[in-house]
């Protein structure tokens, strides 16, 4: 079961990094707190795309359109309605985890990588959309100065923001990777066809996952919102789901918080290589080879298969 | 309590299954044999859904199970352990039962319980009763081939089946692991009161442990009877003892 790794030690590590991210914006300069709650939004979604991806099997290669719908939506909801701002919060993952519905609703019919493609076919058609409804969306100018609440007016507000409903994501995520249905969908990923030779319906469980996942790219959506005042096409661009799939495998995707770690070893290479070198994605193309030869599990799956105990018992997969 | 009548089965115009027919009374350890290719495995298939038949009938606890899908079958209390491991090879022993409990029990859906806390009971009681317990906390996949064998046994244990069917679930093993597997069968039956229905090469395994027997050739049943008159049976001995000699 899940003891070991995952209880005691763990608890007490993420509560040290938790305690070093509380204190981290009172000494570092402010670009600094900007990268690292980029960073945590980043995650996020990273992290629900690996509900999907490593939990469940399935290739969401266009999860980033989930995470578009949501700042949209939020975006939309400020500037566009006199309604009030916490309504704009609520809609925003609701809609991102309806599209989600609506899009997987499809693609559960499929399996593997027909699932995958038919997914990035659907997912580019709501980038189209809000890249060429100006009227609505602002086309490829997007939507910017969005006005946020008073208290997520400065970075430090917003950094502590993020960072308290980040925790808050990932302790409902981990709940829900360990509860039945958790496990009951990594059999889905292991055996469908056993699975559904036990009664488990696998298309039902994986159109569950897939809209409680679209549901937290929603949040992280708000959150770049919140951080960043604007919204451009790019964010429903199939190259940032790239990105995130990437995370995911680097960070190690049969692993909890693999992806967290994938997301910020991107994104600082993204953001310190990137100052040096355009062709800062090398770099990344370089990790990524080597990964695949020698780390296929991502850099947390080997460290956790590395020092597990001995006689072979296991590694805490969720 | 099984009652199969004259089923069949093509594939592409050869006829798999033929005609063949089956009872299994309550509580009995019932055994099928036959040459390769006699049909047994699609024979089973066909009884567990995986396969939809062309013709005949499958009664169940006096209901028409005939043609439902596997998982629908499967909750009518058969349960099958698969010839070829059929695991979820990155999920715990443990966790590999307790998917078959949760099913049973209806709650893969459930969302903010721990699943530490949901169908542990039952799932370390048929780890116990198979003899993995003590491998409760390894990965399925990282089991030996044996250990493998039980599990598939345990997981097909998780729906609390009446009927339990395996097929071939001594192939590929060791003679000590054999007569590990065929200790936890008569225990299934002595002591869980199931129902079983196999089927299996090794004639010494079927002749020890089977209160009946039914032959298989080229997808039909030729007979069902007792191991000591299948033994004195010349129409067996054609068919399938006598190529083995």
Redesign the interface.
């Known amino acids: 079961?899940?003891?070991g790794i995952s209880s005691s030690k763990s608890i007490g590590f993420s509560a040290v990094c938790l305690a070093v991210l509380l204190v981290l914006p009172l000494v570092i300069p402010q670009f600094y707190t900007y990268t690292l709650a980029l960073i945590f939004v980043i995650s996020l979604l990273a992290m629900s795309l690996n509900m999907l991806v490593g939990h469940g099997g399935l290739y969401q290669f266009h999860h980033g359109v989930f995470y578009g719908v949501g700042a949209y939506t939020f975006a939309l909801f400020i500037t566009k309605t006199s309604l009030p701002v916490w309504t704009a919060f609520v809609a925003a993952p609701l809609s991102a985890a309806a599209i989600g519905l609506l899009i997987g609703w499809f693609c559960v019919r499929l399996t593997r990588l027909y699932f995958g493609m038919l997914q990035i076919s659907l997912g580019s058609l709501i980038w189209a959309i809000g890249f060429r409804w100006y009227s609505l969306t602002g086309g490829d100018d997007g939507i910017s100065g969005i006005p946020v609440p008073s208290f997520l007016a400065s970075v430090t507000g917003s950094y502590y923001f993020i960072l308290i409903l980040l925790v808050l994501c990932l302790i409902a995520m981990y709940?829900?990777l360990?509860?039945?249905?958790?496990?009951?969908l990594?059999?889905t990923?292991?055996?469908p066809?056993?699975?559904?030779?036990?009664?488990?319906?696998v298309r039902h469980?994986q159109l569950?996952a897939i809209v409680i996942a679209t549901f937290f790219a929603g949040i992280a959506g708000v959150l770049y919102v919140v951080l960043e005042r604007s919204v451009f096409p790019d964010l429903l661009f199939w190259y940032l789901s790239l990105e995130i799939f990437i995370m995911c495998l680097l960070g190690g995707w049969?692993t909890f918080a693999g992806p967290i770690l994938g997301a910020a070893i991107t994104e600082s290479l993204k953001i310190f290589v990137g100052t040096y070198t355009e062709y800062w994605t090398l770099v990344l193309g370089i990790i990524l080879i080597l990964l695949i030869f020698f780390l296929p599990e991502g850099i947390m799956g080997y460290f956790l298969e590395k020092f597990r105990p001995r006689d072979?018992?296991?590694v805490p997969?969720a | 309590m099984l009652r199969v009548e004259s089923l069949q089965k093509s594939f592409d115009g050869f006829m798999a299954v033929n005609g063949a027919g089956l009872v299994v009374e309550d509580h009995e350890i019932v055994a099928v044999i036959g040459p390769n290719g006699a049909g047994k495995t699609t024979f089973f298939r066909l009884i567990?859904g995986?396969l939809k038949p062309d013709g005949g009938k499958i009664i169940f606890n006096g209901r028409d199970i005939t043609g439902l899908s596997?998982?629908k079958i499967?909750?009518r209390g058969i349960s099958?352990s698969?010839q070829v491991v059929?695991?979820?090879?990155?999920?715990?022993v443990?966790?590999?039962v307790?998917?078959?409990v949760?099913?049973?029990q209806n709650?893969?859906?459930?969302?903010?319980?721990?699943?530490?806390n949901?169908?542990v009971p039952e799932t370390r009681e048929i780890l116990a009763s198979v003899g993995l317990a003590d491998k409760?906390?390894?990965?399925g996949g990282?089991l030996s081939y044996g250990d493998r064998k039980v599990l598939e046994i345990a997981?097909a244990l998780?729906?609390q089946p009446d009927l339990l069917i395996m097929d071939e679930p001594t192939s590929g093993l060791s003679p000590e692991e054999t007569a590990g597997t065929i200790k936890l069968i008569k225990r299934l039956s002595s002591e869980l009161g199931l129902t079983i229905l196999f089927c299996e090469h090794d004639m010494e395994l079927v002749f020890s442990i089977a209160h009946k027997i039914m032959v298989m050739h080229q997808g039909n049943s030729i007979i069902q009877a007792k191991p000591d008159e299948i033994r004195n049976n010349r129409q067996v001995q054609e068919a399938y003892l006598g190529i083995s000699d």
């Open positions: 079961m899940t003891k709940f829900i360990h509860s039945p249905f958790g496990v009951s990594r059999a990923r292991d055996n066809e056993r699975s559904e030779a036990l009664g488990i319906n469980h569950m049969f072979g018992a296991r997969e | 567990t995986h596997p998982h499967c909750k099958m698969f059929n695991l979820f090879h990155r999920l715990t443990f966790e590999n307790q998917v078959a949760l099913s049973h709650k893969t859906r459930m969302l903010f319980s721990p699943a530490a949901q169908s409760a906390d390894r990965i990282s997981i998780g729906n």
